[in-house]
Each structure stands twice: as C-alpha cells, then as structure tokens.
C-alpha cells in the first residue's frame, strides 16, 4: 500500500460523509466498537434519534451475523479474506454491508429466505417476526433467520445481495441494506448503490491487503474508537506484546498527529485513514487537507527527518521535549519525529493542490517485524 492507494480511495469516496472498511478478526468485543464510531459520525449529522437507534441497530445484527454465521475461524485464509463490514453515509443514504462465506448446500434454502423477506410488505415481515419468536420454527413460505427479518423490518427496503463462488465447498455471501434518513432538509436526489459497490471495495481491500479504512471525521474525538477497533484486531492477530504496543503506538501519534494539526472546517476534519498488513510489515497511510501555506514547512521537516540517523532523531526529540517542557505547549512536528525513530524505512508522503487555500497531504509508514 501506498500514497496513491490512499488518494485512490479518498477520491472513489469523495461524496461519503462517513464511511468505516473493515476486512479483519470478527469478535464481539469489536462490535461496540464499530458501532460507537458509526454513532459518532450520526451525531455530527445531527440525525434525530430515531435514525441513531435504526443505523446502530442495522449495523450491530449486521456484524453480528459475520460473527454467528461467517465460519471464517476454520482457516488463516478465509480469516483473512472472507470477512467483510461496510458502512457509509452518503447525503440521506445510510449503506451497510457485509461479507462471510456460507457453505454450498446452503445457497439455495438463502436465497429463499432474503427472497420471501424482499416480497414481503410490513404487515407480513411484523407477523413472520412474531411467529419466528414464538414459534421458534421456519415459516411454511419458507422461513427466515430472526436477524435478517429484524434487519428487514429496521430498514424498511429489500435487501440487495450477491453470491461469489470461493472454492468448491463455499461461496461468499454479500449482503447489503439500505436506510434513508427522515431528518427534514436533507432530502436530496437519491442515490441508490447496490452491493456490487460493496464488493468492489472487498476486492480492492484483498487486494491491496487493507485490513481496516475510514474516511470522515478524524477529529480527536473519532480518531479514539478508531484506534479502539484497531487495537482489538492487533491483538486478535499478534502475540508479541513489543510488537503490539510499537504499532499501536505508531497509530496512536500518526492519527493524533492529523487530528491536532489538519485543516477543519465547521469542526470537521475531513480524511482517510488506511491500515494494511503483509506477512510482517504493517502499513498506515492518511490523507487530509492542510494548508496550502504549511507544505514548504512540513515537506521541509519529512526531507530533514529521512535524512537523521537514529541518534540525531533522539537528540532532536528530547531538544524539543525541552521545548515542550519550558513552554507547556507540543511543538509541531514532535509526533513526526516520534514516528520517525521507530521505523525502519522513510516516510513515503505527496501533497495534491486542491485550491489556493488548501492542499491534500498523503502520508505512508511501514513497520516490520
């Protein structure tokens, strides 16, 4: 992964206001998780609470099916593959997907289902609901998982999926839902993206081997479940403790470092944040506005930083540790130099001019074992 894998999914991206990529360790504990960013996103918006509850519902039964129904514990590769969370924000148009392998013999007795849930006015899903919970039995129309009748009845739409042959024993499933917003003034025209969207950005993920990416607010207060969610799947994955706490610490300071210092506006800090992983090596990669009058100053401190050896890095740090010591304020650029001292290749970075006012900043670190 690099700086053009980051501009190419900030552009491909360019009209979501939130957008959360997951392709990684599916646990409960990361559940919460992903629902506590999606929450974050919906305040911003200002959404009435009533669409708050209906995304964090949808969103919750959705990965909770990968984890109930996914079966991608049985092997590292479809672990690392098979599994796939989407959720977006576009205007009024609130999207969630996602991705699991299912067995072969079980396609068909699926399709039936999402096909008698599609066919179904609201009438018919509340009483197929109620007699699934009493019952605790399929239907006679055929039946359907109590989670995808729930997921029916919260949207309010059908269900758009698709089915991918894997290997011979399995397919992978890809669901989607769509919700429209009922706050009054953001009623635009409708953009209605099926799931083959969703898969494209799955395939896109495998193969530029993401495991996570977010674009929208990467202030501080959403940079926080996002290093949450993070922090859970590196431990899923890493035993090495040394190691666990040197990558998370590189994430921690590379979005801290965006969030204190991106151009914001209304509050706002728009960007993307990547994260991919290769046999050993780690790679983060941000994009985000900044200033147009701040590239010579920050392109000048990188060049400088790639250019210091291990200890001229350390004695520029506690330099400016003094700094920070005797002014009670964190010079810019320190987080920079944090990061610097703890890898082993340079700090690969672009800046894209948008206007005269603001530039977009790429940046890209890699860590290995």
């Known amino acids: 992964m690099n700086t053009e894998d980051t501009i190419y999914f900030f552009n491909l991206l360019k009209n979501d206001n939130h957008c ?39 969103t919750a039964e959705c990965f909770q099916n990968i984890i109930r129904h996914g079966g991608y514990k049985e092997e590292k590769k479809i672990e690392d593959n098979a599994g796939f969370f989407m959720s977006r924000n576009i205007s009024n148009r609130y999207y969630i997907a996602s991705g699991n392998l299912i067995p072969a013999d079980k396609v068909n007795e699926l399709k039936t289902r999402l096909e008698l849930l599609n066919s179904s006015s609201a009438d018919e899903l509340k009483a197929l609901h109620r007699e699934t919970i009493t019952k605790g039995e399929l239907s006679e129309k055929g039946g359907a998982g109590l989670g995808l009748i729930d997921m029916a009845r919260k949207s ?37 993206i099926e799931v083959s969207f969703a898969i494209k950005l799955h395939q896109k993920m495998i193969a530029q081997d993401i495991l996570m990416l977010h674009k929208g607010d990467l202030s501080k207060t959403s940079v926080i479940p996002v290093l949450n969610i993070i922090g859970k799947n590196i431990n899923h994955k890493l035993k090495n403790t040394n190691l666990i706490k040197n990558i998370f610490e590189l994430l921690a300071e590379l979005l801290q470092n965006i969030s204190r ?23 983060i990669s941000s994009g985000n506005y900044i200033e147009y009058k701040k590239i010579d ?37 320190i987080g920079l130099i944090d990061i610097s001292r703890h890898l082993k290749d340079k700090i690969e970075y672009s800046f894209k001019k948008i206007s005269d006012k603001v530039s977009f900043f790429t940046i890209n670190i890699s860590y290995q074992e």
């Open 20 to 58: 959360l990529l997951y392709n990684g360790s599916f646990v409960d504990s990361i559940t919460t998780k992903v629902i506590e960013l999606s929450e974050i996103n919906l305040n911003y918006q200002s959404e009435v609470k009533k669409v708050q509850k209906r995304v964090s519902h949808l």
């Open 156 to 192: 309010g739409n059908k269900f758009s999926y698709k089915f991918i042959d894997y290997n011979p024993e399995k397919l992978l499933f890809y669901n989607q839902v769509n919700l429209k917003s009922e706050v009054e003034g953001t009623e635009v025209e409708d953009i209605d």
């Open 261 to 283: 210092h991106a151009y914001s506006s209304n509050d706002f800090t728009e960007g993307i944040f990547l994260i991919s992983k290769s046999n050993n090596k780690y790679s």
């Open 297 to 333: 100053s920050l392109s000048q401190h990188i060049k400088s930083l790639n250019n210091m050896s291990d200890n001229e890095l350390h004695d520029l740090l506690v330099k400016n540790m003094e700094l920070k010591s005797e002014t009670n304020e964190k010079p810019i650029g």
